[in-house]
């Protein structure tokens, strides 16, 4: 059964510093990957998509993505209190059209000012 | 990112009647859309995948005579809760694919009297 396993959290970081959010999964084939922000009470907004080994930077945010360790992360620097938020990590398995995401129970991030 | 609106924003009804929701993909072709169904405090949950032209998939323990999904264009999905209960109360979420990035609704909020 294809999993995405997050930390629930709550993951507490003051204003300003770096929040690392972390997610592993268990389809080897997976090829396509996402971080959503979740605010309370809203629907989940795109924040990042990557799809190769390595580091992408949008603005102040960084995916990494690790294939052979089947674990992808988000960093969030400079860390604001309206960062606070579900972030939820998705993952495809392989590229389809109809194939739906497949999402983690998401991590809870409050920053505290 | 592409967008997709969904209406109404909320609606609450009395138990046994029956509501309807509308996804609309507003600037992209949608041949797939998905609908989630959110619990307070809960992960995302998929119920459906939504294809043009076609019956739409259900996933295992959705009860597709009672959540009715018609994909009838490109750009519009329709999710119908039929005598709706007290449970049905959630938080109704669409969703469609562009470019292997997906893009979710602003969510229906059903509350059912």
């Known amino acids: 059964q294809k999993e995405v396993e997050q930390n629930s959290g709550p993951l507490s970081v003051p204003e300003g510093a770096i929040a690392s959010l972390n997610c592993t999964y268990s389809d080897r084939v997976s090829q396509s990957f996402f971080w959503y922000r979740q605010y309370s009470g809203k629907s989940p907004e795109l924040i990042m998509s990557?799809?190769?080994?390595g580091d992408k930077e949008d603005g102040r945010f960084t995916a990494q993505l690790n294939k052979a360790s089947q674990y992808v992360s988000l960093l969030i620097r400079d860390s604001q209190p309206s960062d606070s938020a579900t972030y939820l990590c998705?993952?495809?398995?392989?590229?389809?059209?109809?194939?739906?995401?497949?999402f983690g129970k998401g991590t809870t991030l409050s920053v505290s000012s | 990112g592409a967008v997709v609106s969904q209406h109404p924003s909320w609606v609450i009804c009395k138990s046994g009647t029956s509501v309807k929701i509308e996804c609309r993909s507003l600037d992209f072709q949608a041949t797939t859309m998905f609908w989630y169904r959110q619990f307070p405090k809960q992960s995302l949950m998929l119920m459906a995948t939504s294809n043009e032209g076609s019956k739409a998939t259900y996933e295992q323990g959705v009860e597709k005579d009672k959540f009715l999904i018609n994909h009838a264009s490109l750009t519009l999905s329709t999710l119908t809760v039929t005598s709706a209960h007290p449970e049905d109360s959630s938080f109704y979420i669409c969703s469609a694919r562009v470019h292997n990035e997906q893009f979710f609704g602003p969510g229906t909020r059903l509350t059912v009297l």
């Open positions: 990557i799809y190769s080994n």
């Open positions: 998705a993952v495809i398995p392989l590229y389809q059209a109809g194939t739906a995401l497949i």
